[in-house]
């Protein structure tokens, strides 16, 4: 699964990668990437929920599937080079 959050016009991306090996990757703003590997999916899922939370307080807000229209046009695509690839928004809260 993959999860966007977006603050200030920057974007925060969680890639959630729920099979063996249980893989957590965020890439930050200006494309700095971090993956994490657990051990079982149940720590995978509180490990997003911390972030996920821990973003919202900061004020980060996930994009719902409305945002992928934006975010796959060809004058943002270049601006944030997950969407090249064709990543999109998966699931709604």
């Not at 016009?9 to 494309?31: A, D, K, L, N, S």
């Not at 899922?45 to 973003?55: E, H, I, K, S």
């Amino acid at each position: 699964m993959i999860y966007f959050f977006l603050k200030d016009q920057q974007f925060v991306q969680c890639e959630v990668y729920p099979g063996r090996p249980h893989v957590f990757t965020v890439i930050e703003p200006g494309g700095v990437e971090h993956s994490e590997l657990y051990s079982s999916s149940a720590e995978l899922q509180a490990r997003y929920d911390a972030l996920r939370l821990g973003l919202n307080e900061e004020g980060w807000w996930r994009l719902r599937r409305w945002a992928e229209n934006f975010l796959s046009s060809p004058s943002t695509s270049s601006a944030y080079p997950a969407t090249s690839r064709g990543i999109g928004v998966d699931r709604i809260e």
